[in-house]
């Protein structure tokens, strides 16, 4: 964006957040109008003639609107806690921070980024994480550990960015930044923190550099000291810990940025035991440093951080005080270790794994784990961020995801084609026996860039535009890969250079632009039902797209542009968005490792994705699509298989659950380890390697204040009839005087239930049904031999001997089913695309206002009551909710004031099954299905999951390589 824009932006923004005050909650239209008039008045008055014809000409009204709208609707960084205030005193006060520097400066610094409100909404999170710490000045031992937990591609750099600067203005001397596993990764987080914190550039003799952001803005001779550079090669080693002889109380903050290595970390620990101890452990003689204040940041902290050596413990849940954890856990530890007053800040988006941590583990050697005991803090996504629960919907897959069919020569032969799930390091992609790309990776590098040529139309062609092709982990296989698209977009760009047959491509590219990019386009900008709308595309600011002739006059010189880079750790090639800055960077980034977790891919439009994994933070992390999309929603696609969009599928739902117990504890005044205990026993079960959860071949899974849903069937005839015979039992087996009535209507909820309901059926009914029930393998949350177990050991604590049971009704264009003497209509769901032609997959059985059934009146006034209550520690936007969250629901019903943990919940269902728009059913039998709702219980109840030896080998073997 041109200098003079942004300043426009700059002048103009605060102008149009006064204007939005007299409003109490203006529409979306009143709000771009509003925008639209003090743009076009602030250019009348002081810019137009008054300005040179070459700088009027650099202006974009269209650009500083669009900006302007995007920044006042969106709400960013707000924050829910639960903390453990032991040993904790309150120290933040507007008094404390009346000297600082660090922030200020980095406050100033963003103004030319982001809009006012979206910089207090960081100064008020940040401020939120960092009195979670303990005062730097505070004499006496301390030892404070948390979690931030965010989205994937979200901002956390930014985010600890400013916690950084906080930190160094409250007082904290030694501050280390945690940067992934490799240099790139390390070498991006440096480069950002010299910008936002350092102030000036770095270079590899240690010298400081010109001043860059922040350096611009603080008086001179407020610098904080760096121990890294911004170079490859310029982590600490043995060299810079010879350079720094010390570091004194009085002197400026040191700031390390480092990778998770052994090597660096050994260097580091070595050093600081040298050259930093100042004083002595009376209990042990250790040597400790006890005058500087530490604070560790760890960016990605799921990774590698964690101990995923398998420990033993007694039954009384004491630990092994000897246990040898893994080289990365205990030099972190071991470096906290020393430190007589220290804090520790994980950074994640997939917070899994890290409070699967024992909270009492501890070590002679190392101490603490690092279980964040002292508090988490759960980031709120911004308006306009595109994640999991957006992508994934039904909607966001029909808009933005593409099937690949093609990486596997046929279904017959799995192990066989261009990339196989399944391949090893020598494996050579091969298409029809040919090394050349599949037609889908074709389509996906046209769509890249087509979806080029239409920002380079809407004024983006300074901007970053990237796409990531990431189909396997092996270095060599990605090398070969990288030669394959570089032949084609060379070919690409011979034919359109000399015209000679180039009217193929063209019409390729013409059919795939009237095909998908103008109906994507016009799905989201319909001329009405703007209320209606599933995505408020406000947001981002979407256009109308030009028509094809205008792209078509752009494509050679945008294929001129686009570079093909190969990110691992062997080849050279390196993401040169720094170095591109004023011009943007055009990419092809292929690679596995490296670019699955932090490295940011700028401006991400298209991906090619075929990794293979099963463990929920693996996938998410490798989400690079995933983040901020403003005025180019509409132009990003994810190429995937139907079985990966599957599982991102069932990861969002997973994650929002969690998320959910989250805000229920906060709403509670729970402590981080109760959440801790909450997620570990979450029968969602494949959240992280089972190396993570620390247990090789059992885990314990509760389904308390949690719904189980089957979303996976057998499409096996006989299994289908024997699954329906086992439901028609369960309703002959129930005495006929339990129907409570025909429909059923809360008094804060109109709509009627189009089923029947049965009330006071007792337990062993239901845990016979789920006993004959099959339920599919990949019905991993919804097994029901697991369910049944459950309710058993559930009953004899007195809990689940009592269940509503209903059998719900579809809409009347619906197919009759009989179960017994009823007869209903059968509910509708579609059909999740899938490459097994044996299973059928849906997104959601459920339907959330079903859960209300059973529900007393005072119940459902005390689940919406706290589901407001949460609302409002969100500092949420608009009109109130009025309706209760389920997990609310599910709370108040076994932990509220009008508790019944006797009672519980099951659905029934059957269900055609249609793809999008089919007139008839995708199956001629209807699939019979279940869902039920658990009630919260402190029971601590928990049923047993063994995982066999093949699963183990297929984890182990997702975690057992890198670059």
């Known amino acids: 964006m041109k200098d003079i824009n942004k300043k426009i932006i700059k002048a103009v ?33 002081h810019i137009e003639g008054k300005v040179s014809s070459a700088m009027l000409a650099q202006v974009n009204e269209e650009q500083i609107v669009s900006t302007i709208r995007i920044s006042t609707c969106k709400w960013d960084y707000k924050v829910q806690v639960i903390s453990d205030p032991t040993n904790h005193i309150a120290w933040l006060t ?75 203005d409250a007082g904290y001397k030694i501050i280390i930044v945690l940067a992934g596993l490799h240099n790139n990764l390390r070498a991006q987080t440096q480069l950002r923190l010299e910008s936002g914190f350092l102030g000036f550039e ?48 009085e002197e400026k903050p040191w700031i390390f940025v480092v990778k998770k290595n052994k090597s660096v970390l050994e260097h580091l620990l070595n050093w600081i035991k040298k050259r930093v101890t100042d004083s002595e452990d009376s209990e042990t003689g250790k040597a400790i440093v006890d005058k500087l204040p530490l604070l560790i940041i760890d960016d990605e902290a799921d990774n590698a951080s964690v101990d995923t050596k398998e420990q033993v413990y007694t039954q009384d849940d004491e630990v092994d005080s000897e246990h040898n954890p893994t080289a990365i856990n205990s030099l972190i530890r071991q470096i906290m270790h020393v430190f007589s007053r ?49 992508v994934f919907s039904e909607k966001g897959q029909r808009l933005f995801t593409r099937s690949i069919t093609d990486n596997v020569d046929n279904k017959d032969a799995p192990e066989i084609g261009w990339m196989p799930n399944k391949h090893k390091s020598n494996h050579i992609p091969l298409y029809e026996s040919q090394a050349i790309l599949p037609p889908s990776l074709k389509e996906a590098i046209h769509s890249f860039i087509l979806a080029c040529c239409t920002r380079r139309y809407r ?84 256009k109308c797209l030009p028509e094809f002739d205008v792209i078509e006059e752009n494509l050679l010189s945008v294929l001129n542009e686009i570079r093909i880079l190969t990110i691992n750790g062997l080849a050279k090639d390196a993401l040169m968005y720094e170095e591109f800055k004023e011009v943007g960077l055009k990419v092809i980034a292929i690679g596995g490792d490296k670019l699955s977790r932090g490295l940011t891919l700028e401006g991400l439009m298209t991906s090619y994705f075929l990794r293979a994994s099963k463990m929920y933070d693996t996938l998410m992390q490798m989400g690079r699509w995933f983040g901020y ?117 809360h008094t804060n909820y109109e709509s009627k239930f189009n089923g029947i309901i049965f009330d006071g059926v007792k337990s062993d009914l239901v845990i016979n049904f789920l006993e004959q029930y099959q339920t599919h393998p990949d019905s991993y949350k919804s097994n029901s031999s697991l369910i049944s177990k459950f309710i058993e050991q559930m009953n004899s604590v007195g809990e689940l001997t009592n269940w509503t049971i209903a059998i719900a009704g579809g809409d009347k264009s619906n197919q009759t089913f009989s179960l017994g003497d009823i007869t209903l209509h059968a509910s509708r769901r579609a059909k999740l695309l899938t490459s097994d032609d044996r299973k059928i997959s849906i997104r959601r059985l459920l339907d959330p206002k079903h859960e209300l059934l059973g529900t007393t009146e005072l119940q459902y006034q005390e689940a919406l009551s706290l589901t407001v209550q ?49 007139l008839e059913p995708d199956n001629k039998n209807l699939v019979p299905a279940f869902g039920v709702s658990f009630p919260a219980s402190n029971s601590g109840v928990k049923v047993p999951y063994i995982v066999n030896n093949v699963l183990q080998q297929e984890w182990n073997l997702e975690y057992g390589g890198s670059e």
């Not at 149009?16 to 076009?40: C, G, Q, T, Y």
């Not at 000045?137 to 750099?157: A, F, I």
């Not at 603080?218 to 550079?229: D, E, L, Q, S, Y």
Request: hydrophobic share 35%.
């Open 13 to 45: 923004s605060p102008i149009v957040e006064f204007a939005l005050m007299e409003f109490e909650n203006p529409s979306l239209e009143e709000r771009d109008e509003i925008v639209r008039a003090k743009v076009k008045e602030f250019l009348s008055e």
């Open 94 to 168: 507007e008094e404390k921070k009346s000297g600082w520097s660090y922030w200020p400066s980095y406050a100033e610094y963003l103004e030319g980024y982001l809009d006012d409100s979206t910089i207090e909404n960081l100064d008020d999170s940040t401020d939120r994480v960092i009195e979670q710490l303990e005062d730097p000045c505070r004499n006496e031992s301390w030892d404070r550990r948390g979690l931030v937990v965010g989205h994937v591609q979200s901002g956390k750099t930014g985010h600890y960015t400013g916690l950084v600067a906080k930190a160094a």
């Open 202 to 249: 770095t270079d590899e003799d240690g010298e400081t550099g010109r001043s860059i952001g922040v350096g611009n803005i603080r008086a001179p001779g407020i610098k904080p000291n760096a121990a890294t550079n911004r170079s490859e090669k310029g982590d600490f080693n043995k060299s810079k810990a010879k350079s720094i002889q010390g570091i004194s109380p």
């Open 342 to 390: 220290k804090a520790y800040i994980g950074y994640t988006a997939t917070p899994f794994a890290n409070v699967f941590i024992h909270n009492k583990n501890e070590t002679k050697r190392e101490g603490k784990d690092l279980f964040p005991n002292s508090f988490i803090v759960n980031l709120i996504a911004s308006s306009n961020y595109v994640g999991p629960s957006f």
């Open 459 to 542: 004024g983006d062609g300074d901007e970053h535009w990237s796409m990531l092709v990431h189909v396997t982990r092996f270095n060599n296989v990605q090398g070969i890969v990288s030669e394959q698209v570089s032949t084609y977009v060379k070919s690409l760009k011979q034919k359109l250079a000399r015209g000679i047959g180039q009217e193929d491509i063209l019409d390729s590219m013409r059919e795939l632009w009237n095909r998908d990019f103008k109906k994507v386009n016009e799905a989201l900008l319909p001329e009405d039902n703007v209320e209606e709308r599933e995505f408020n595309i406000k947001n981002f600011d979407i």
């Open 629 to 745: 999309r403003p005025r180019y929603l509409d132009l990003c696609r994810l190429y995937t298989t139907d079985d990966l969009t599957e599982w991102f599928s069932q990861i969002a739902i997973a994650s929002e659950e969690l998320r959910e117990e989250f805000d229920i504890m906060v709403a509670k005044n729970q402590r981080p380890h109760e959440y801790g205990l909450k997620v570990q026993s979450h029968p969602g079960l494949l959240v992280t390697s089972p190396l993570k959860m620390r247990a090789a071949k059992e885990f314990k899974l509760s389904f308390s204040g949690d719904t189980s849903e089957t979303v996976a069937f057998s499409n096996v005839a006989d299994i289908i009839k024997s699954n329906t015979s086992a439901m028609e039992a369960l309703i002959n087996d129930i005495p006929p005087n339990l129907i409570t009535k025909s429909g059923y209507s």
């Open 870 to 918: 949460t609302w409002k520690n969100q500092g949420m936007q608009g009109e109130q909710p009025s309706f209760p969250k389920n997990t609310n629901i599910r709370y108040v019903k076994g932990k509220g004031l009008h508790a019944n943990r006797t009672k519980a919940l099951l659905i029934l269902y059957m269900l055609e099954i249609r793809n999008k728009n089919q």
